[in-house]
C-alpha cells in the first residue's frame, strides 16, 4: 500500500465509522435511562470529533508539498 492508498483508506474508514455513529443516534435516544443516554450521547459525539481530528491532521500532513509521515 502506498502512502497516498494509506490516507484514502484511513479517510474512508473515518467517514464509515462517522456514519455508523449517525445510525446508532435514534437507538441511543430511545432509550430509557436517561444517564446512560446522555453518557452515550457525549460519547459518540467525542468519537466524531475525534475522527475529524484525524481526517484534519491527514489534510494538513498529506497536502502536494508535503511529505507523507
Known amino acids: 500500500m502506498t502512502p497516498e492508498e ?3 483508506k484511513i479517510k474512508a474508514t473515518c467517514d464509515d465509522i462517522s456514519k455508523a455513529t449517525l445510525q446508532i443516534n435514534p437507538a441511543i435516544r430511545a432509550l ?8 452515550l450521547l457525549q460519547t459518540v459525539y467525542r468519537l466524531t ?5 484525524i481526517k ?6 498529506s497536502g502536494p508539498d508535503r511529505q507523507l509521515l
Open 6 to 8: 494509506a490516507v484514502t
Open 32 to 39: 430509557d435511562n436517561e444517564a446512560l443516554r446522555d453518557e
Open 49 to 53: 470529533i475525534e475522527l475529524e481530528t
Open 56 to 61: 484534519k491532521a491527514l489534510r494538513k500532513k
